[in-house]
């Protein structure tokens, strides 16, 4: 446990310094966890890595679940901006491709961070809605996808987009759980195609170059 606060409570940063330092923390903050894990994730050790004094720490942040909180933001905002696809990639299918081989790196980078999120959303209503804001993120985009295809006459429009989105997205994110921390050595492109052609098959998606559609 870190020693006991003595600082006032934490206060938002007004000078270029002072987000750059409160910056700073969050990133060193990411570091201790990636390299530490939660044992050794103090305001200690954040603080020696940020290369700043114990009592910054206290400037910025209430606690180290506060610093936390604000790591998980910092990653899920990265993660989302890193998996966006290029509004310029109109091919339905090619855009399911992209989707996943983006979704899959961007959680490679940040899964030692989310597999701290998901221990601590159990006991955390704060991380849990993090947790949440992230999955709804990818939910909601994956429904308002096969809405559109489904407008367009290219997906089975029997399908609810909402509990599709939920299904099919478990699945990508339970192959990101076994690449990313079960560590089994699979080729990611060949993972990434077989997920695409999974997802199109379930929505009946037509296949790439071809007359009719993946059956289910």
Not at 71 to 97: G, K
Not at 130 to 145: K, S
Not at 163 to 177: F, K, P, R, S
């Amino acid at each position: 446990m870190g020693r006991a606060r003595t600082n006032p409570a934490p206060t938002a940063p007004t000078t270029a310094r002072g987000r750059r330092t409160h910056d700073a923390l969050i990133v060193a903050g990411r570091q201790v966890i990636e390299e530490h894990g939660w044992a050794g994730f103090t305001p200690e050790a954040v603080t020696q890595t940020a290369g700043v004094s114990y009592g910054t720490f206290y400037t910025y942040f209430e606690s180290k679940d506060d610093l936390l909180r604000r790591i998980v933001q910092a990653a899920a905002d990265e993660m989302i901006t890193e998996s966006l696809v290029p509004d310029t990639l109109d091919d339905p299918y090619a855009r399911i491709v992209e989707a996943n081989r983006r979704y899959l790196a961007a959680t490679g980078k940040a899964a030692k961070v989310l597999r701290m999120v998901e221990h601590g959303a159990y006991l955390d209503d704060n991380l849990r809605g993090l947790l949440l804001e992230i999955r709804e993120f990818y939910v909601g985009r994956g429904a308002d996808g096969i809405r559109r295809l489904q407008e367009a006459g290219l997906a089975d429009p029997d399908l609810d987009p909402r509990l599709t989105a939920i299904a099919l997205g478990g699945m990508v994110e339970q192959v990101a759980v076994v690449i990313n921390e079960l560590r089994e050595p699979l080729d990611t492109e060949k993972m990434v195609d077989h997920l695409s052609r999974l997802w199109a098959s379930a929505i009946g998606l037509r296949a790439p170059g071809a007359g009719r559609r993946i059956p289910a």
